[in-house]
């Protein structure tokens, strides 16, 4: 079952991704005769799957406790591949302070490990705003991969209209940028962020939210995401768009009874 639900995710495609279209910023680009053997960091063998996927997978674990106490849980993920087999697992590390009075916004550690339970990456969220009212001070995350080796970051862009972030290299160079919708509330359909060049002339990827259906998007807090982007993308921007999305889980998706 996870196969075929996997398999039509994937057949919701990529519209303007196509054989022919532009090609990309090569610098972006892993060669495709030593994709297999791309260098992730020194001292860590390459991921068995980031360096070839084109689609990711993520699945939002269900948190039954926090449905029926009506509380905020740590968030748990499963990371996929196109087949749906499991091939990374994501836990959020933050205090109950933090979920209960912060809410969507607190900080928070998420350590991706493979399924050996080798942490293979880090995802750094500070305290931050998330308001087109206060410009200077928006969300940031810090992936490192390996732990303890900063690779990239996730950082908002302020804009009055539409959710926008633009993803960094280790030196906070703008590399992708991610431009959402202006409704990201995915009541009867999936939402869409759009992975660009940096000048916006072109789409690589996207990154979508899946529906899953009325009653699980009210009653609980669990959510499907698709990550979609060329095979031979560099694995660490890879690694960043990972940490994206789950800032998008939480900035426009986290929601449970207690919410309600």
């Not at 996870?2 to 054989?19: I, M």
């Not at 001070?137 to 539409?162: H, M, R, S």
């Not at 990201?184 to 529906?211: A, P, Q, R």
């Not at 499907?224 to 940490?243: Q, S």
């Amino acid at each position: 079952m996870a196969s075929k639900d996997a398999q039509n995710q994937r057949s919701r495609g990529l519209p303007g991704f196509l054989p022919g279209a532009p090609e990309t910023d090569q610098s972006l680009r892993a060669s495709s005769s030593n994709s297999e053997n791309q260098v992730w960091q020194p001292g860590l063998p390459p991921p068995s799957f980031l360096p070839t996927l084109d689609l990711i997978i993520i699945h939002q674990q269900v948190e039954l406790l926090g449905m029926i106490l009506g509380t905020e849980t740590s968030n748990k993920y499963e990371i996929k591949n196109s087949l749906g087999q499991r091939i990374y697992f994501a836990v959020e590390e933050s205090i109950c302070f933090n979920r209960t009075f912060c809410s969507t916004l607190r900080s928070c550690t998420l350590r991706i490990t493979d399924n050996s339970g080798r942490e293979v990456i880090t995802v750094n969220r500070p305290l931050r705003c998330n308001s087109c009212w206060c410009p200077c001070y928006l969300q940031e995350l810090e992936i490192q991969a390996p732990p303890g080796t900063i690779v990239g970051y996730v950082a908002q862009k302020w804009d009055p209209f539409l959710p926008k972030f633009t993803i960094q290299n280790a030196n906070k160079e703008d590399i992708l940028k991610i431009i959402g919708p202006c409704a990201t509330c995915g009541c009867f359909g999936d939402v869409d962020f759009e992975v660009k060049t940096v000048n916006e002339k072109l789409t690589i990827g996207k990154i979508s939210k899946y529906w899953s259906g009325f009653v699980n998007d009210v009653f609980t807090n669990a959510d499907n995401f698709g990550i979609h982007v060329p095979a031979d993308l560099d694995v660490t921007v890879k690694a960043a768009m990972v940490g994206a999305c789950f800032l998008f889980d939480f900035m426009f998706f986290e929601h449970s009874l207690a919410g309600l």
